[in-house]
């Protein structure tokens, strides 16, 4: 068992422990802006799939900075950085510093935790691993809770513990219905380029993690589009280079039972106008009452068929070189 396969196995631990975690005192709030990067940055993304259940908005930023209307529309800034170091987040508590606006970090350390003590900024401390992508449950359900506490979301422990309970039946100690259909699904997409489609909402933010997890775990391109986005675009190019996308292309689609009826059927008359013109790999349904256990049932499946296509082509998931040398790089023309 490579040690990425063993950290997938970890989530359920990692959404009971934030279902069971005491957030601290957070300024009462009405929306919020979640800043982070890859695997931080997701923790965002799904947030706001949540807050949107709820009738509420929590948006995402991955960038330098804050975006120009958050100074107007004040909302609470969610620093999320799971080493403490990645500068595009420290300039984001930076820039909501110097607004004046509500802020809030998660972090295991590094100069985020020493800012958030330095200026009394509301902190939760995660558990540390080896890379942030495999500390999703503990980067999300930590933001969720403390959106919890700024009255941003709803209660947040029993859609954790939900989520963990779903992914640890489709897990099942390495034998569950997850592990079997990753890797029939990484069999299929083995050296094709990976698509991802879903609909807007839980689809869509699980086709985004499947994306990146594929990019670093798997080593390999891969792309996600939503729906119904896709089907003004997209669609259209799958008439071109026909030998090229039945051989090379390799497309997932997945499904949320609580998707809007009419993106249910845009998604299926698509599914049947493209067939024959592209490798279609297969497909995911999400499993779960609530909106955190759909996405997980769907994010876990996409974590390990990036595991597998690594292990196909022979390659070490958790090492991320390229990623590595970049950031060597810009440190020393930054000197």
Do not use: C
């Not at 669609?235 to 026909?242: L, N, Q, R």
């Amino acid at each position: 068992m490579t040690s990425m396969r063993h950290l997938i196995g970890t989530l359920p631990e990692q959404l009971r422990w934030a279902a069971g975690l005491q957030p601290p005192e957070v300024p009462a709030s009405s929306e919020a802006l979640v800043a982070g990067m890859g695997g931080s940055g997701i923790a965002g993304g799904i947030a706001g799939v949540v807050a949107a259940a709820a009738g509420r908005r929590v948006g995402v930023h991955r960038s330098y900075g804050l975006p120009g209307w958050a100074g107007s529309a004040g909302p609470l800034v969610v620093v999320v950085s799971h080493s403490g170091d990645t500068e595009e987040s420290l300039s984001a508590i930076e820039a909501a510093g110097q607004l004046g606006l509500s802020r809030a970090a998660v972090t295991t350390g590094g100069h985020l935790a020493a800012v958030a003590a330095a200026e009394g900024i509301p902190l939760v401390v995660t558990p540390g691993v080896p890379q942030p992508r495999a500390a999703v449950g503990y980067l999300t359900g930590a933001v969720l809770r403390l959106l919890e506490a700024a009255g941003v979301v709803p209660p947040q422990s029993a859609g954790l513990n939900e989520a963990a309970e779903v992914v640890e039946r489709l897990l099942d100690g390495g034998h569950g219905a997850a592990v079997a259909l990753a890797d029939d699904l990484a069999s299929a997409l083995y050296h094709r380029l990976v698509v991802v489609y879903g609909a807007e909402g839980v689809p869509a933010v699980a086709a985004y993690r499947w994306k990146t997890q594929i990019n670093e775990n798997g080593k390999a391109i891969a792309y996600s589009s939503s729906f119904p986005e896709l089907d003004h675009n997209e669609i259209e190019a799958w008439a071109a280079y026909p030998d090229l996308a039945r051989d090379r292309v390799g497309v997932v689609w997945l499904h949320d039972p609580a998707d809007d009826p009419r993106l249910k059927r845009r998604a299926e008359v698509s599914r049947r106008l493209v067939e024959g013109r592209v490798g279609l790999a297969g497909e995911v349904h999400a499993q779960g009452a609530g909106p955190l256990a759909r996405l997980f049932s769907l994010t876990v499946v996409g974590d390990l068929v990036a595991v597998s296509l690594a292990e196909r082509a022979g390659v070490d998931p958790v090492a991320v070189d390229l990623i590595a040398t970049l950031k060597e790089r810009l440190a020393e023309e930054a000197l």
